[in-house]
């Protein structure tokens, strides 16, 4: 018989939404070596709350979720924030987004330089406020968990996705684990089988060149080999405590899925008539059996009695990808490398979304439930009641302190915790301290939201199209999708809940957005598409984008579908040539639409060209020819600014004799080019 240590298992879908603790050290009796628990946060990616039977789903089949909840506590109010890499960062350093300040998903990004400003120099004039950036990785001055278990003498371990750094000094080694299976940039692998770094066409993806993940045979599973790896991991360290940092790629895109367990789900329906999509019920089996396989090798190496589990997701349930009228279903033609991924999500779930987060409203990157409500699964045998359910608010903020008190280690000194140790909550011998849980989103539609007891608070910072109220107040026991905006009706407690805010924001130094001095309300830049800011963006004009001044470019932020900047100012004889210095860290596919002189409206056909901006942090230089015929009056260039920002330091047209227009952004004092 093994001498029996404890183990601490997270094994998680994300989570968000906590409320703000000051530094607090956590003090537990002293624990000899062969006492220290082992840990493991084993985290699932775009997991909704309602994406496992024990959660309500009737089409996805998760009996090892199931077998789970059985041992542990579900907890049915665990938060996440809206988008993965704040999750992540709160998980690793037990602070809010809003102190870290991690706040947007772009871990896939190049840092910015040390000297940068925290918010961007100018913003469009048709925008009232200027909005902080998201820091693109972790803090190395944070004191992260695997740093604080790694010097108490645990070996630690990182496998999967990171989404916290792009280049290697923001990897996980510089942030305390000595062994690291990951690959960069990082927000979804570029292929869930081997060989990882080409699309399922064969066509390489210019994606996770860097980063410690190898390939394995021809059609290796991803989520097979992490758990392969993982499980090494923990054989080679059953002896002696280990931090395993078990962080899957699943359920994110694209969406690569096992054929023979998608064709049976294609054939079943759900009773409830809400979540059919068989790509992503053969993806969540696949995780399923991933954490069956964990489960059994705790049982096998006799350490599950000494083990506390946690199973956790980094946001809500995807509802926006692959629907109609998205990019992915309208702009991808043949050629593309993402053409047979495109036909292949067609054939299989049409052009409905990943998941269905029903009852809760909406999904990933909103601020609503659906969007940061998040499965949270604790086992901890003898302390933890098997089977049990706690509707104590709770969030990422709350890993780091639970699972140091866990192992009898006191929290780093000078290094600040928002959250609050989950343990007297576990063993059902006391409740949470604090007064509310707080999620600072300050992106796509910004807005900070509170939660207290059956109480919420959205607080925007802005009117936006879609959401035109500023504060709206919710009760959740009574309204869980968040129908009833009661905030007129009640304006006492919207009184006391953003008394709340403002204190929450002075407590974490929440960089609140600012007003834009160059604010025109008359401008209809960005949305309609009169110039905004003509010293940014040079007579272009920016539709569903806007454009940020960055050193030595412009940056295309997407505000909607298919952005794009126009000009009516290339009046050139055909054919054109682009000439275009660009980079993105996502890529994807950009496109020259023209029409002439003479054509009132844009073809609805014909008169357009395609090109590829690979993924990457450098400069890439793109050539495109345009079989203009005739004389251009107006001319759009499309860039794959949806779902990740793309740089662009240069536009450059010209006819066949060298005359044209040109865009220098790279310049000190920008001018257009003749």
């Given at each position: 018989?093994k001498t029996q240590?404890?183990?601490?298992?997270?094994?998680?879908?994300l989570i968000?939404?906590?409320s703000?603790?000051t530094?607090?050290?956590?003090?537990a009796?002293?624990?000899?070596?062969a006492?220290?628990p082992?840990?493991?946060?084993?985290?699932?990616?775009d997991?909704?709350?309602m994406d496992s039977?024990?959660?309500g789903s009737?089409y996805y089949e998760t009996?090892?979720?199931?077998r789970?909840?059985q041992q542990?506590?579900?907890?049915?109010n665990?938060?996440?924030?809206?988008l993965c890499s704040?999750?992540?960062a709160?998980?690793?350093s037990?602070q809010y987004?809003s102190?870290h300040?991690v706040?947007s998903?772009?871990?896939h990004?190049?840092?910015?330089?040390?000297?940068?400003?925290?918010?961007?120099?100018r913003?469009?004039?048709n925008?009232?406020?200027?909005?902080?950036?998201?820091?693109n990785n972790?803090?190395?001055?944070l004191?992260?968990l695997a740093?604080a278990?790694?010097?108490?003498?645990y070996?630690t371990?990182?496998?999967g996705k990171w989404?916290l750094?792009?280049s290697?000094?923001?990897?996980?080694?510089?942030?305390?684990?000595?062994?690291?299976?990951h690959a960069?940039p990082s927000p979804?692998?570029?292929?869930?089988?081997?060989?990882y770094?080409v699309h399922?066409?064969?066509?390489?993806?210019?994606r996770?060149?860097v980063g410690t993940?190898t390939?394995g045979?021809?059609?290796?599973?991803i989520?097979?080999r992490?758990?392969?790896?993982?499980?090494r991991?923990?054989?080679?360290?059953?002896?002696?405590?280990?931090?395993?940092?078990?962080?899957?790629f699943a359920?994110?895109?694209?969406w690569?899925?096992k054929?023979?367990?998608?064709?049976?789900?294609?054939e079943k329906?759900?009773?409830r008539?809400?979540?059919?999509?068989p790509i992503?019920?053969?993806?969540?089996?696949?995780?399923d059996e991933?954490?069956?396989?964990?489960l059994?090798?705790?049982?096998e190496?006799?350490?599950?009695?000494?083990t506390?589990?946690?199973?956790y997701?980094d946001n809500?349930g995807?509802?926006?990808s692959?629907?109609?009228?998205s990019?992915?279903m309208?702009?991808i033609?043949?050629g593309?490398?993402k053409w047979?991924?495109?036909?292949?999500?067609k054939k299989?779930?049409g052009e409905q979304?990943p998941?269905?987060?029903?009852?809760?409203?909406e999904?990933?990157?909103k601020?609503?439930?659906?969007?940061?409500?998040?499965p949270l699964?604790?086992r901890l045998p003898g302390?933890?009641q098997?089977?049990?359910?706690s509707d104590?608010?709770?969030?990422?903020?709350d890993?780091?302190p639970?699972?140091?008190?866990v192992?009898?280690?006191k929290?780093?000194e000078?290094h600040i915790?928002?959250g609050e140790?989950l343990?007297?909550v576990?063993?059902?011998?006391?409740r949470?301290?604090?007064q509310?849980?707080?999620?600072?989103f300050?992106?796509?539609?910004?807005?900070v939201?509170?939660?207290?007891?059956?109480?919420?608070?959205?607080?925007?910072?802005e009117p936006?199209?879609?959401?035109?109220?500023?504060?709206e107040?919710?009760?959740?026991?009574?309204d869980?999708?968040?129908?009833q905006?009661?905030?007129?009706a009640?304006?006492q407690?919207?009184e006391?809940?953003d008394?709340?805010?403002d204190?929450?924001i002075?407590?974490?130094?929440?960089l609140a957005?600012?007003?834009n001095?160059?604010?025109?309300?008359?401008?209809?830049?960005?949305s309609?598409?009169?110039?905004a800011?003509s010293?940014i963006?040079?007579?272009?004009v920016?539709?569903?984008?806007?454009l940020v001044k960055?050193d030595?470019?412009?940056?295309?932020?997407?505000?909607g579908r298919?952005?794009f900047?126009?000009?009516?100012?290339?009046?050139?004889?055909?054919p054109l040539?682009?000439?275009?210095r660009a980079?993105?860290?996502t890529g994807?596919e950009?496109r020259i639409?023209?029409?002439?002189?003479?054509?009132e409206t844009?073809?609805e056909?014909?008169?357009?060209?395609?090109f590829?901006?690979s993924?990457g942090?450098s400069w890439q230089?793109i050539t495109v020819?345009i079989?203009?015929?005739g004389?251009?009056?107006?001319v759009?260039?499309y860039?794959?600014?949806e779902e990740s920002?793309?740089?662009v330091?240069?536009?450059?047209f010209?006819?066949k004799s060298?005359?044209?227009k040109?865009?220098?952004f790279?310049?000190?004092t920008?001018?257009?080019?003749?």
């Amino acid at each position: 018989m093994k001498t029996q240590r404890l183990t601490i298992i997270w094994f998680g879908v994300l989570i968000a939404g906590m409320s703000v603790t000051t530094a607090m050290t956590v003090c537990a009796a002293d624990a000899s070596p062969a006492a220290q628990p082992n840990i493991v946060l084993f985290l699932v990616d775009d997991m909704g709350w309602m994406d496992s039977t024990p959660y309500g789903s009737k089409y996805y089949e998760t009996p090892n979720m199931k077998r789970l909840q059985q041992q542990s506590m579900r907890f049915t109010n665990a938060y996440a924030v809206p988008l993965c890499s704040p999750t992540r960062a709160s998980i690793l350093s037990g602070q809010y987004s809003s102190r870290h300040r991690v706040t947007s998903a772009s871990g896939h990004q190049p840092a910015a330089p040390a000297d940068a400003s925290a918010y961007p120099a100018r913003a469009p004039a048709n925008r009232p406020l200027i909005y902080a950036n998201s820091k693109n990785n972790l803090d190395l001055n944070l004191i992260s968990l695997a740093e604080a278990l790694r010097g108490a003498g645990y070996r630690t371990g990182h496998f999967g996705k990171w989404h916290l750094g792009l280049s290697q000094e923001h990897w996980p080694e510089q942030h305390g684990f000595e062994v690291a299976f990951h690959a960069e940039p990082s927000p979804g692998p570029a292929s869930y089988f081997s060989p990882y770094g080409v699309h399922a066409n064969g066509v390489p993806s210019g994606r996770h060149h860097v980063g410690t993940i190898t390939d394995g045979p021809a059609g290796e599973y991803i989520t097979d080999r992490l758990t392969d790896e993982a499980i090494r991991f923990v054989e080679s360290h059953q002896n002696e405590p280990f931090f395993l940092n078990f962080w899957h790629f699943a359920v994110h895109g694209p969406w690569g899925h096992k054929e023979e367990y998608t064709k049976r789900f294609a054939e079943k329906t759900d009773p409830r008539g809400r979540q059919n999509n068989p790509i992503m019920a053969s993806m969540l089996k696949s995780v399923d059996e991933s954490l069956g396989r964990v489960l059994d090798t705790f049982d096998e190496l006799e350490l599950t009695d000494n083990t506390l589990f946690i199973f956790y997701s980094d946001n809500g349930g995807n509802t926006h990808s692959n629907v109609p009228g998205s990019r992915q279903m309208k702009n991808i033609k043949p050629g593309h490398p993402k053409w047979d991924f495109v036909q292949d999500w067609k054939k299989w779930a049409g052009e409905q979304p990943p998941t269905n987060n029903a009852p809760l409203r909406e999904g990933k990157g909103k601020i609503y439930e659906g969007g940061q409500r998040v499965p949270l699964m604790v086992r901890l045998p003898g302390q933890v009641q098997p089977g049990s359910t706690s509707d104590a608010i709770v969030g990422p903020i709350d890993l780091y302190p639970t699972i140091l008190q866990v192992a009898g280690l006191k929290q780093p000194e000078g290094h600040i915790v928002d959250g609050e140790s989950l343990l007297p909550v576990l063993k059902q011998t006391g409740r949470l301290k604090r007064q509310a849980y707080f999620t600072w989103f300050p992106h796509l539609i910004p807005a900070v939201s509170v939660r207290q007891g059956d109480w919420k608070l959205i607080r925007r910072f802005e009117p936006h199209p879609q959401y035109p109220a500023v504060r709206e107040l919710y009760n959740l026991t009574d309204d869980i999708g968040e129908t009833q905006n009661l905030a007129n009706a009640m304006p006492q407690k919207v009184e006391e809940l953003d008394g709340l805010i403002d204190q929450f924001i002075r407590d974490t130094g929440a960089l609140a957005p600012k007003p834009n001095p160059d604010f025109n309300a008359d401008s209809k830049a960005g949305s309609t598409g009169t110039p905004a800011s003509s010293d940014i963006t040079l007579g272009l004009v920016a539709r569903n984008c806007e454009l940020v001044k960055t050193d030595g470019a412009i940056r295309v932020v997407g505000r909607g579908r298919q952005p794009f900047l126009g000009t009516a100012q290339v009046k050139s004889d055909g054919p054109l040539t682009l000439r275009l210095r660009a980079r993105s860290a996502t890529g994807g596919e950009g496109r020259i639409q023209w029409k002439t002189a003479g054509q009132e409206t844009f073809p609805e056909s014909g008169q357009m060209v395609r090109f590829d901006l690979s993924a990457g942090a450098s400069w890439q230089d793109i050539t495109v020819q345009i079989p203009v015929n005739g004389r251009t009056s107006v001319v759009r260039l499309y860039l794959p600014a949806e779902e990740s920002v793309v740089d662009v330091q240069s536009i450059d047209f010209r006819d066949k004799s060298g005359r044209g227009k040109s865009w220098d952004f790279s310049a000190q004092t920008m001018q257009p080019q003749p």
